[in-house]
């Protein structure tokens, strides 16, 4: 299915989130009213995975990326995320449904994958499906009301393409995924005056590329209208992010409803006071934004 198919569905999971804050009390924590459960709820629709255990799987998932773990968290989160997933799997080699999980299901059948193989991606899959976007999602919201001409810009920009443009700028601006991807070099090279020679280990940090002033003119400047598409937020090559299109697409909705449906959307608290996850997680992010309008 192209992404874009998925658009109506993230547009009605997007509305449903926010008419449920606007039925509730304020302030509200954005991360967990919308940030965490808008591609959590997309990735468990694409893999068939019930969004009803979104407690167990998102408190599971969320060790993958954060820096204040021990190896026994590690473990267990991976055990126990396994196990559900090998589960829910062979499950579905019974009773198979129209998902990403049920075709891995039938090439386990057909040999094509084991069942451990058919696990872990399913794992990476659901972990890298919303613990990302979650995080863009939060840091973008928190970004754009510190500088409240921008959710304004937004309002006034009625075209898919401009809110297109400026999630290309958000995405570079932030670039959630901070630090290197790391790399082996095939063959020897030259690079900046810099010898290279096969077999190195390389580290390539994104967020340095997409503050690179030769690419991004004045790049510290958060810049809506700037033709951004050119940055790395998702990496590069063969291996760059296989849910960009998916996350994009969350984030265009997110940034053409959000501020349209709560024009006076405002911090609650003080930016001093917000909680940022710790600087060395894999991804970088916000773990509670509490707003109000
Ligand atoms: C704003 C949200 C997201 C950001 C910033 C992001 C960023 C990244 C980055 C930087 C990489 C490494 C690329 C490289 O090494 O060149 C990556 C890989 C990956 N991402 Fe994402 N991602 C996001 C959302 C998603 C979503 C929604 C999914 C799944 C549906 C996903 C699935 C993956 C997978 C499977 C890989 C590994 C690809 C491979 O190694 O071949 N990501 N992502």
Known sequence: MPSTALRPEIQRFTDELIDKMLAGPKPVDLVTALSLPLPSLMICALLG?????????QEN???ATRSDKTAEDDRRANEALG????ALLQAKMENPGDDVLSDFAARIKDGDLTLPEATLLSMILLIAGHETSANMITLGTALLLENPEQPAR?????DTKAVAGAVEEILRYLTVAQFGQRR????????EGVRI????????????GNWDPTAFPE????DLDRKASHHHAFGWGIHQCLGQQLARIELQVVCGTLYRRIPTLRLAVDREELAFRPADSLAFGIMELPVTW
């Open 184 to 191: 082996i070099a095939k063959e020897d090279f030259e690079f």
């Open 154 to 158: 937004l309002r006034e920009i009625d």
């Open 49 to 57: 995975v019930p969004y009803d255990d979104h407690d167990f799987f």
């Open 197 to 208: 020679e096969a077999g190195d280990g390389i580290v390539v940090p994104l967020p340095a």
């Open 61 to 63: 998932a969320s060790f």
């Open 83 to 86: 196990g559900y997933l090998a």
């Open 219 to 222: 790049p510290e400047k958060l």
